[in-house]
């Protein structure tokens, strides 16, 4: 069920910038829609000038300082040209006094509010100085996206969590977990792979407790998508491992059919017991390993993607050398290695901090044995061949996904290449975070 207004309003040019994780890309998907199904014209992307706009949307991202601090001087350049500023996205809600100590003129909207996006603009529109729609609603808000049908479709399957990490500021902006209904993502994944959809990305905070306050999961959702037709894969998002043990077999089972990609994003952030209770991550290291264990052992060929946070308060020498031992050992295909930086309204603020220099060099020694793996195994698929989908283009290259959602990038002066198209390729080359092939065979969109 698709919801589209008229309401007779006066159109309006509208930009939104966003910033932060593929939820939040998929919540500008949804106000993109909402405000151009009313009549308005929008754009989105970055943008040196707004000039001619009538209001731009910035929606923002809370999980990091430094990408805070960046977020907050835009905004403030962007008041300061007198543009008429709409402030969605995590630090909306987590952080709204920074925002206005920014832009005192700029609107608010929360992220469990941005079905409204279009009532905040006639508001403006209607001669109100700024709006303010804070606050928690509890909506299903993927009931207000549309289906663009573009190659890689963003999909929020929830909104919130159950977990208290530590460390983490996004459980304060985004609320209690709430789960959009099944038959509504459904549809949602059949509407965007008729229009073209090649890659469906399933995301939210924690896709792992998808469903716990519908009776469902998401290795039920996964199963449910089996039936749509179409050349098309469907990729899992972030999935905090402490939901595991409820449904890893049945996830298993729907990681093996056609549409789904072979690949698990599973944070473990620490190789430490003492560091992940601290984090109030509720597993071990040995049942992490475990569940690795099975699922390669299920599901061939499986990519397993994590996080690791180094520097964290409670994080001593020997914590952080089996966090090394780790990765050295069980060999994540790809890590996102954060430094630690203390969050606001997070716990682990409040804990005596490790210096900088300690920070630092922990997260690029990490950072460096991260990617000697990642090198060290991609190298390994030099001379093999692969099936990949022409996901993504950029000036120099085509991004190709095989079926493990490793990159293969492609030249991007490789005749009959297409975005959506399927290619066999020759793996002619890899870095420490992709491959390099040369296309042998391609397929268009069918
Ligand atoms: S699972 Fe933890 S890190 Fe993820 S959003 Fe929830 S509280 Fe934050």
Known sequence: MFLVFSLGRKMARIAIETYGCTLNRADSDIMENVLASDGNAV????????????????????????????IIDRIKKLSAGGVRLIITGCMASANSDMILRAAPGASIVT??????????????AAGRSRVDYSGYSRVDKLAFGGAKGAVISRIAISEGCVSSCSFCETRFARGPL??????????????????????????????GAYGLDRKTDIAEL??????????????????????????IDRLIEALCMRSAYKFLHLPLQS??????????????????IGYVDEIRA???????????????????EGDYCDSLSFLRNIRPAFTNVSKFCARPHAKACGMQQLGNRIVKSRSSEMSRVARQVQKEDLGKLVGSRASALVTEQNERSFVCRDDYYRIIALPRRTPGITLGSRIDAEITGSTSVCLIGRACATRSPS
């Open 271 to 288: 190789a430490s017991n003492s560091v992940l209770r601290s984090m109030g991550r509720n597993y071990t290291i040995e049942e992490f």
């Open 43 to 70: 754009q989105t992307g970055y943008s040196r000038s707004y000039e001619g706009f009538d209001y731009v949307i910035v929606n923002t991202c809370t999980v990091k300082s430094p990408t805070e601090t960046r």
């Open 298 to 316: 299920k599901v061939r060929g499986v990519s397993i993607e994590t996080d690791m946070i180094a520097g964290y308060p409670a994080e001593s």
């Open 222 to 247: 996964l199963a449910g998508a089996a039936g749509i037709e179409g050349d098309f894969r469907i990729r899992v998002g972030m999935l905090n491992p402490e939901h595991l043990h409820r449904y």
């Open 178 to 207: 709430n789960s959009f209904p099944h038959e509504v993502i459904l549809k949602a994944i059949e509407m965007n792979v008729r229009k073209g959809s090649r890659e469906i990305e399933l995301t939210s905070q924690d896709v």
């Open 111 to 124: 992220t469990s509010n941005i079905h409204r996006i279009s009532d905040a603009v006639a508001q403006l």
